[in-house]
């Protein structure tokens, strides 16, 4: 296992959307290897989640894990190492909330996303079974978060209004100096 670099918003492999895996592609040494290195990696930033594309590698792999002790998240529920390979979201009904959002790819700052609350999310885990489950909550959100990355989508692209300017005007004088 190694730890990957974490590519920052600028970047384009943020935008493109990720492929999905094969059966036999997903049992291959070179994506077990890279889901191995997205646990790690997630874990050494503190991260409630990794998308492959955070690592430069357009697949449809995310691994979503918050630990108790998560420093950045304190106010998250723990969830289980849960890794996500060919995922699809659905919301169960029309609840949405805003939940404040931080992203690895996206430093130093955090918005208040509109998400479903409620979604039902049907994905391979890394041994190839089939899941189906109900997220709720922050939980719901980070699945998400993580499977907008998968379609080349960031938290910043769903933040509304003033919200939205403020946050803009903020990345602009952070690129000013030159910390973005
Ligand atoms: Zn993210």
């Not at 503190?46 to 420093?71: I, M, W």
């Not at 709720?136 to 960031?154: M, P, S």
């Amino acid at each position: 296992m190694s730890r990957r670099e974490i590519v920052e918003a600028g970047h384009p492999v943020l935008r493109e959307r990720a492929r999905e895996v094969s059966a036999e592609e997903l049992s291959s040494p070179e994506i077990q290897g890279l889901i191995d290195d997205m646990i790690e990696t997630m874990r050494a930033a503190n991260g409630a989640g990794l998308a492959a594309n955070q690592v430069a590698e357009t697949v449809r792999v995310a691994v979503v894990e918050v630990r108790p002790d998560n420093p950045r998240y304190p106010y998250k529920p723990p969830v289980p190492l849960t890794v996500i390979v060919n995922p699809a979201i659905e919301p169960v009904d029309d609840d949405v909330e805003r939940i404040n959002e931080g992203c690895l790819s996206v430093p130093n700052l955090r918005g208040e996303v509109p998400r479903h609350m409620n979604v039902r999310v049907r994905y391979l885990d890394r041994d190839g079974v089939e899941h189906e489950e109900v997220r709720r909550g922050l939980t719901a959100g980070t699945f998400q978060h993580e499977l907008d990355h998968l379609d080349g989508v960031l938290f910043l692209d769903r933040l509304r209004g003033i919200k939205r300017d403020l946050i803009t005007r903020r990345i602009r004088k952070l690129q000013r100096a030159g910390r973005w």
